[in-house]
């Protein structure tokens, strides 16, 4: 462990006590320059500490909210690999030759999202990614994604009791604002030309604070509670952990059946609707007509001629 991992376990073992510099350095065996370094280091990462004056520091944000043990027990037959803080949990995941692993933060300083743009990931998310090392064809991609939008709903709707929509293709919706996000990445194999392996990333604003949110998000975002202190008592984010990545075995199990599809199609937000696709450099409004058994999009242009979309994205205006 490095100083500020150092630092972090003992304040988030110390919760309900301030604890001065100088006791923080005899803990850690460290100067006080170290332990105030390390306390840079983990407020640059978004970890809020309280620091008063003739009283000393307190972690405010809760960062060891799942456990190790108790989600390996969930989760038997995974590999686990959990961080408080790692740039991308998608890219580390890509570099584990295990089975079948699950890497897990609770801050990305390098989040990935679609179409390379980044992912902002603040305390308050769940932030995973899930290494799967099947061989999958690459035509099955798209579904995937799709099939994973799906479980992660599931998930939260069985064990948050609230109800996401999904926006075509990856995106979660809750009460009309983005709460989830989802990159599926590949790793092909050079001779068989199929994926040996994917890695589904899902970022969940999970308790993430409104004023967390940087100024661009802050209307178009939501999170599914408003800060730690309003998760439910007893609320456990090992058991909504396992049941997404249960949801998500299962489903991929049994991906060709394509089964997931009538969830898809029953909580999609845009089917119906007047929206403005962003086809690479073409851009123009249709009707979303249907999702079809590749899970690819099916849109009508103002001229009355029908699309598929397999990739890009759309966006559609939404009253909150
Ligand atoms: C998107 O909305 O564009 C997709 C975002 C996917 C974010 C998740 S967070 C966990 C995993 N690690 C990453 O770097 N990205 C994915």
Redesign the pocket.
């Known amino acids: 462990m490095n100083h500020a991992q150092t630092l972090l376990h003992i304040l988030s073992s110390n919760r309900d006590r301030h604890q001065s510099g100088q006791q923080l350095a005899d803990e850690m065996g460290v100067s006080r320059t170290a332990v105030w370094k390390a306390m840079e280091t983990l407020r640059n990462q978004g970890h809020v500490i309280e620091g008063i004056p003739n009283r000393g520091y307190r972690l405010l944000t809760s960062t060891l909210l799942y456990s190790k043990e108790r989600l390996q027990t969930l989760l038997p037959s995974w590999e686990l690999h959990l961080f408080d803080s790692i740039d991308?949990?998608?890219?580390y995941a890509k570099t584990l030759k295990s089975r079948k692993a699950l890497a897990l933060?609770c801050h990305?300083s390098?989040?990935?999202?679609?179409?390379s743009?980044s992912?902002y990931?603040p305390q308050g998310?769940l932030?995973?990614?899930l290494l799967f090392p099947a061989v999958f064809p690459l035509s099955d991609a798209s579904l995937i994604t799709s099939a994973a939008a799906v479980a992660v709903s599931e998930a939260i709707e069985e064990m948050c009791g609230k109800y996401c929509q999904i926006k075509w293709v990856?995106?979660l919706f809750y009460q009309n604002r983005?709460v989830?996000?989802?990159?599926t990445e590949g790793v092909l194999g050079v001779e068989s030309g199929r994926l040996t392996a994917v890695v589904v990333?899902?970022?969940l604003n999970l308790f993430t604070k409104r004023e967390a949110f940087e100024d661009s998000l802050k209307t178009i975002a939501t999170s599914l509670y408003d800060g730690e202190e309003s998760l439910p008592s007893g609320f456990s984010v090992d058991a909504l952990i396992a049941s997404m990545v249960k949801k998500l075995e299962d489903s991929l199990a049994t991906l060709s059946d394509r089964t997931f599809l009538s969830a898809y199609r029953d909580r999609s937000l845009v089917i119906g609707h007047e929206v403005r696709v962003h086809a690479g450099s073409e851009e123009y409004m249709a009707r979303a007509i249907a999702i079809d058994d590749e899970a690819h999009l099916v849109v009508e242009n103002e001229h009355g001629e029908r699309k598929v979309l397999s990739s890009g994205e759309v966006s559609i205006h939404l009253e909150v």
Do not use: H, P, V, W
């Not at 991308?88 to 890219?91: E, G, I, L, V, Y």
């Not at 390098?110 to 179409?115: N, S």
């Open positions: 991308s949990t998608n890219r933060a990305q390098e989040g990935r999202g679609r179409l743009r992912f990931s998310g932030y995973l990614s990856n995106d983005k989830c996000g989802i990159l990333g899902i970022g």
